[in-house]
C-alpha cells in the first residue's frame, strides 16, 4: 500500500468524488483530513471514514479561512482538491454573470487559494492533485462556463507543475458522473441524461465517484507524473 502512512487532505472530501478518494485512500493506509463548508456534511462523511480520518469546516472562497486551515492542521503528503457547486448549465444568453463568477469562484480560485497556502506544508514526494472536466475538450451548448473552467484547471495545472517542482501537480478531468453535482437538474432530466449517456458511452453506464476516485490515487502514488490530465470519461470524449 504505497499510500501506507501518508496523510492526504480532501478539500471537497464530504460527498461525491472527494470522498471516494478520501476513502479510498484510506482504504491504502493513509490518515486522511477532509474539509467542507458544511458541519453536517463533515459529521456525515466521517462517520463513513474510518477511525482516526479528520474533518474541518472550510470555505474556500475565504483566504484568511483557507491560510489559517493549513496553518492549523501542519504537513501533509497530498492535497485533493474536488470542491465544486452544481454545475452551472446555462445558454450564454440566459446566464447570470454574477453566478457564472460565483461558479468560476470556488471551482478556480478557490483550488488557487488552497494550493498557495497549502503547498509549502506537502511533505518531499508529495503531490497535488486538482479537478477538471471534459466540457473543456468536448464542450456542449449551455456549458460555456463549465468549458472555460476545465480550460483554466488545465492550464493551471502545467503552470503549477513547474513553479512547485519538484511536488507533482496533475488534474483529473472526469465525464459523466452521478454525483450531486446534477442535483438542480429536475429528477426526470437527470434520470433522462444519465440514460441517454450510458447510451452513447463506449462503456454503456455513467461513470460512479469510485470510478473517478482511482485515478486521484493513482497520480498521489504514480512518482513520475506532474502536469498530467488524466481523463476519466467512459470513452466520452471519442463520441
Given amino acids: 500500500m504505497?499510500?501506507?502512512?501518508?496523510?492526504?487532505?480532501?478539500?471537497?472530501?464530504?460527498?461525491?468524488?472527494?470522498?471516494?478518494?478520501?476513502?479510498g485512500a484510506a482504504r491504502e493506509g493513509a490518515e486522511v483530513v477532509v474539509a467542507s463548508r458544511r458541519q453536517q456534511s463533515v459529521d456525515a462523511a466521517l462517520k463513513r471514514l474510518p477511525a482516526g480520518a479528520g474533518g474541518r469546516v472550510l470555505d474556500?472562497?475565504?483566504?484568511?479561512?483557507v491560510r489559517g486551515f493549513f496553518e492549523s492542521i501542519g504537513g501533509f503528503d497530498h492535497l485533493v482538491y474536488t470542491a465544486g457547486e452544481s454545475l452551472l448549465l446555462r445558454s450564454l444568453a440566459e446566464t447570470d454573470l454574477g453566478q457564472a463568477r460565483r461558479?468560476?469562484?470556488?471551482?478556480l480560485w478557490g483550488a488557487y487559494t488552497a494550493v498557495k497556502y497549502g503547498?509549502?506544508?506537502i511533505r518531499e514526494g508529495g503531490s497535488v492533485v486538482l479537478t477538471t472536466g471534459t466540457a473543456g475538450r468536448r464542450p456542449l451548448p449551455g456549458m460555456t462556463a463549465a468549458a472555460a473552467l476545465c480550460g483554466a484547471m488545465e492550464?493551471?495545472?502545467r503552470a503549477l507543475a513547474l513553479e512547485l517542482?519538484?511536488?507533482?501537480v496533475n488534474v483529473v478531468s472526469p465525464g459523466m458522473v452521478r454525483t450531486e453535482l446534477w442535483r438542480e437538474l429536475?429528477?426526470?432530466?437527470?434520470?433522462?441524461?444519465?440514460?441517454?449517456?450510458?447510451?452513447?458511452?463506449?462503456v454503456g453506464r455513467v461513470g460512479e465517484p469510485a470510478d473517478v476516485a482511482e485515478a486521484y490515487l493513482y497520480l498521489m502514488r504514480g512518482g513520475y507524473s506532474t502536469g498530467s490530465v488524466v481523463v476519466v470519461d467512459g470513452g466520452g470524449t471519442l463520441v
Fill in 2 to 23: 504505497v499510500l501506507q502512512g501518508q496523510r492526504v487532505v480532501v478539500i471537497g472530501g464530504t460527498s461525491g468524488i472527494g470522498l471516494a478518494v478520501a476513502e
Fill in 60 to 65: 474556500v472562497n475565504d483566504e484568511g479561512a
Fill in 103 to 107: 461558479f468560476l469562484e470556488t471551482r
Fill in 119 to 121: 503547498a509549502g506544508s
Fill in 155 to 157: 492550464s493551471l495545472t
Fill in 165 to 168: 517542482a519538484p511536488v507533482r
Fill in 186 to 202: 429536475p429528477e426526470a432530466e437527470r434520470d433522462g441524461l444519465f440514460r441517454s449517456s450510458a447510451e452513447s458511452l463506449p
